[in-house]
């Protein structure tokens, strides 16, 4: 039986398509800026801070955001031995829907919020954006948020935040409007 299934094939229909070294070269210089970014933050940033990731997207197979995948949250996670990351929550879920009511706040109210909840900074991935975030970045400095840190290749931006030193559940922070899922 096995040779007749090998009369039409051979090992090379077997093997995934070849990956051009270049393409290898840019995906290594991707890996080695997150691995940059990400120790940079963990200098910054005292261990289990939690860091708030814009724009919000759904876990597992959520959809993708302009220029970003769905799944580019996790490059970070990839690198980070003391950081914790909104993204990951489970998609669907009530308890999440505080993420996307925070999302859709203006700058300065989303980054107090945020330090009322414990978050200290956001992460951005800027190709999300359509001004690269350019906006969010001019108006945090504008309300004394003025460490930025930016990743190697531009993807990703950071600006700390000022936790609360008791954070708040974020549904007493941002509150479901009433008789909306998630209350």
Same mark, same amino acid.
């Given at each position: ?86 993204? *990951?929550?489970?998609? *669907? ?88 899922? *998630?209350?």
């Amino acid at each position: 039986r096995g040779r007749a299934w090998a009369r039409g094939h051979t090992l090379a229909d077997q093997l995934p398509p070849r990956t051009p070294p270049q393409a290898i070269r840019e995906r290594g210089a991707v890996l080695a800026s997150d691995a940059v970014f990400t120790r940079s933050l963990e200098a910054a940033l005292p261990a289990g801070a939690m860091l708030f990731q814009l724009p919000v997207v759904d876990f597992p197979e959520g959809q993708p955001v302009r220029g970003s995948s769905d799944y580019e949250h996790l490059r970070l996670y990839l690198h980070s031995k003391q950081l914790r990351f909104s993204y *990951g929550s489970d998609k *669907g879920r009530p308890r999440e829907a505080w993420q996307r009511r925070v999302e859709e706040l203006e700058a300065e109210p989303m980054a107090d919020a945020l330090e009322r909840m414990g978050f200290a900074g956001l992460v951005v991935i800027r190709k999300a954006y359509e001004d690269e975030a350019q906006e969010l970045r001019a108006r945090l400095p504008a309300t004394g948020r003025h460490e930025a840190i930016e990743s190697p290749d531009r993807d990703f931006v950071f600006v700390r935040l000022r936790p609360a030193a008791s954070p708040a559940p974020p549904d007493d922070v941002v509150p479901a409007a009433p008789g909306s899922e *998630g209350s």
